[in-house]
Nanobody, 122 residues
Framework: QVQLEESGGGLVQAGGSLRLSCAAS????????MGWFRQGPGKEEREFLA?????????SHAESVKGRFTISRDNAKSTVYLQMNALKPEDTARYYC??????????????WGQGTQVTVSS
């Protein structure tokens, strides 16, 4: 079992920045890919944002946030971060951390945190 706990959300003005954290724990954690998703108001599906692994420096970012959002990790703290810059009102959503063997697996059968709310005011 893997446990994930997000933090760092809040209310920010457009153009501002936030850094989200995901504290991860559990057996076999190093085997999993870690990702960030969000679900906006009224949206049915969670949108993939970024992913990274614990074992190398490869990262992946969705085109919609590339250049503004950056995923990183601290292996010693078992924590994954999402640095969000130049925030826009349309970034308002609940942000989730997830773990799985692939991004697709995360969405279907992966481990998820409870999420943290990000609200961007105009």
């Amino acid at each position: 079992q893997v446990q994930l706990e997000e933090s760092g959300g809040g209310l920010v003005q457009a153009g501002g920045s936030l850094r989200l954290s995901c504290a991860a724990s559990g057996r076999g954690l190093s085997r999993y890919l870690m990702g960030w998703f969000r679900q906006g108001p009224g949206k049915e599906e969670r949108e993939f944002l970024a992913a990274t692994s614990w074992s190398d420096d490869r990262t992946s970012h969705a085109e919609s946030v590339k250049g503004r959002f950056t995923i990183s990790r601290d292996n010693a703290k078992s924590t994954v971060y999402l640095q969000m810059n130049a925030l826009k009102p349309e970034d308002t959503a609940r942000y989730y951390c997830a773990a799985g063997s692939t991004v697709l697996t995360m969405k279907r059968t992966g481990y998820w945190g409870q999420g943290t709310q990000v609200t961007v005011s105009s």
